[in-house]
C-alpha cells in the first residue's frame, strides 16, 4: 500500500457535499402538486423536507441515482461539476430540477461502514 493510501486510511474520515434539489424556476407547466421553489435537502444519507412540504415520489426516483456522484468531488471535466439541472421524468411535466451544493458535512468512516477500511478494492 503507498504512504498516500495509507495516511488517507489511517485519517477515517471523508467529506461529502451538501446538496439542495429545489424546483427551478426555469420550470415550465408542473403536472401534480409540487411547486417552484419546493425543495429537499440531502445531507450524508439523509434526506430532509420543510416541514408541511411534500415532493413527487416519481420525481425522487429519479432523482436518487444521481445524489451520490452530486455529493463528490470529481474531475473538473466530468459534466457532474458543471450540469445542475435535471428534467423531470414524466415528459408532460416540465419540472427543473435544480441541485445545489450547499456546503459540506464530514463523516467517519467506522459511523458508516462496518467494513473494514483494509478492505483489498482499497489497495492501489
Given at each position: 500500500m503507498n504512504e498516500e493510501v495509507s495516511q488517507s486510511l489511517a485519517n477515517d474520515s471523508f467529506e461529502l457535499f451538501n446538496l439542495r434539489v429545489e424546483i427551478s424556476k426555469e420550470s415550465g407547466r408542473i403536472i401534480g402538486k409540487h411547486r417552484i421553489g419546493?425543495?429537499?435537502?440531502v445531507i450524508g444519507e439523509d434526506i430532509f423536507l420543510p416541514?408541511?412540504?411534500?415532493?413527487?415520489?416519481?420525481a425522487l426516483a429519479s432523482l436518487i441515482p444521481l445524489l451520490p456522484?452530486?455529493?463528490?468531488?470529481?474531475?473538473?471535466c466530468d459534466f457532474f461539476e458543471t450540469d445542475h439541472l435535471v428534467a423531470d421524468p414524466d415528459v408532460n411535466c416540465k419540472a427543473i430540477y435544480y441541485i445545489r451544493?450547499?456546503?459540506?458535512?464530514?463523516?467517519s468512516h467506522t459511523d458508516v461502514s462496518a467494513n473494514p477500511l483494509s478492505h483489498p478494492h482499497l489497495l492501489p
Open positions: 419546493d425543495y429537499f435537502d416541514a408541511g412540504q411534500g415532493f413527487s415520489l416519481y456522484a452530486a455529493q463528490r468531488q470529481n474531475h473538473p451544493r450547499t456546503g459540506k458535512t464530514r463523516f
